[in-house]
């Protein structure tokens, strides 16, 4: 799949790369999709250099929470999928069985009563409006886009940092609010107080559900397909999430 000579080649751009982000653990630090591409390619080349740069990078991302582990696994599950198994998905595949004993999410899943049928792969979405379509602005006056408000919520397997979930609350007067939060806390908050929303639990959402309706006076009808999308991916049971959703919006 991959001569020696141009494996050779790849990894010596990402060691002179590495040279210069030997520092850097955010995605907006690097330039992430080149180097998805050269560890797709790097993945099909036996040599042990290689094999051990790629290990190398995946045991540095998992001691900072980065971004690299993931990737890799994804291209290395990718590989398996077609039959080839790579050295370094073994340890890849324990570390990601001993998060499910870890991060809420996976107790979350149990609660519920609903099992993934891939564990390191799954996503629960929900796009919400207080009112007019959640696809749409058409008809509304700039008084009734001040006045819309957008929730969002995504639950997912542990991916870039081992983040789990998504939580964001915006209207279509930006920068007159937007707040973001996930797993490590408040991401992004525009023109509001650091104390106008508490961090969610995602264990328990209903409280700040509850926050988010009193504190903006607003309300979603989570049944209402104009103003709400729900999915779930393949494996999930539809009718159990959905029935635990209208429990915290209730």
Known sequence: MISPELGEFLLSCALEYDKTHADKFDTFDNDVETLRGIWSAMSFCDEPAITEYLTMQAARSLSHRSFAHRYIFEILRLQERAGRTHPLLAKLYDYYGGLQTKLPIYELLHRIGVSPAD???????????????????????????????????????????????????????????????????????????????????????????????????????????????????????????????????A
């Open 119 to 249: 564990p390191y792969e799954f996503d629960i979405s929900l796009k919400s409006v207080n009112f007019g379509y959640w696809f749409s602005n058409q008809g509304l006056s700039d008084e009734e886009k001040a006045r819309k408000f957008h929730l969002e919520i995504r639950l997912f397997a542990p991916f870039i940092n081992d983040r789990t979930f998504e939580i964001e609350l915006r209207n279509d007067a930006v920068p007159r609010a937007k707040i973001n939060f996930n797993d490590d806390g408040m991401s992004l908050l525009q023109e509001l107080p650091n104390d106008t929303l508490p961090c969610p639990d995602i264990l328990n959402l209903k409280p700040f559900i509850d926050q988010i309706k009193s504190r903006f006076n607003v309300k979603f009808d989570i049944d209402d397909k104009d103003k709400s999308y729900f999915s779930v991916s393949k494996g999930l049971n539809r009718a159990k999430i959905l029935s635990w959703l209208k429990e915290i919006f």
